[in-house]
């Protein structure tokens, strides 16, 4: 979630550079109150990445990839399209994300499992990963095939999520 974090930060800070792309407004439940789209892929081929990679700032950046790499078997700047955050309240700790791109899931599940607060719940045909993060905060996560993963604060949110991208719940209205 720390990188994802970063990659909103470098995100907003390209909008000004870059039009930020594939944005989807049936992702987003239509009571969200606030939202955010990066489109990863052009904020990677922006001048913006060209000036980070060149002054390798953020500082520990390319570590970060790499741990992605290793550890989830994904190349958050190659494999991630684009990345819609949305949420409910003002609170930092609350909202969602919705990531779209090519995932190796049974890799990312492995990394996921390995957490001591790890918690699998079966509910209608549907896989939901639980754990806490290192600052103890709660996340939920489903993947829906077969490009789009959700990852939420609440399950209850996740939920909303879910139901939004099936189309069983609004999503917000295009234009």
Not at 58 to 67: H, T, V
Request: one cysteine or more.
């Amino acid at each position: 979630m720390r990188f994802l974090l970063m990659v909103l930060a470098a995100g907003c800070s390209a909008l000004m550079v870059v039009h930020a792309g594939p944005f989807v407004p049936g992702d987003v439940p239509a009571t969200a109150i606030w939202l955010a789209h990066i489109d990863v892929q052009r904020v990677a081929a922006s001048p913006l990445a060209d000036f980070l990679k060149a002054t390798n700032a953020p500082a520990n950046a390319q570590a970060y990839l790499e741990r992605c790499r290793r550890d989830l078997g994904l190349d958050p700047l190659r494999d991630i399209d684009h990345v819609t955050l949305f949420g409910f309240t003002g609170s930092p700790g609350s909202g969602a994300a919705v990531i779209a791109g090519r995932f190796k899931y049974e890799q990312l599940v492995r990394h996921i499992t390995r957490n001591k607060s790890y918690r699998r719940v079966d509910e209608d045909g549907r896989i939901i990963h639980q754990w806490q993060d290192r600052h103890d905060a709660t996340l939920n996560m489903f993947h829906l095939p077969p490009n789009r993963i959700v990852i939420a604060t609440s399950y209850d949110l996740l939920k909303l999520s879910i139901a939004t991208l099936e189309g069983r719940k609004p999503g917000l209205a295009p234009g």
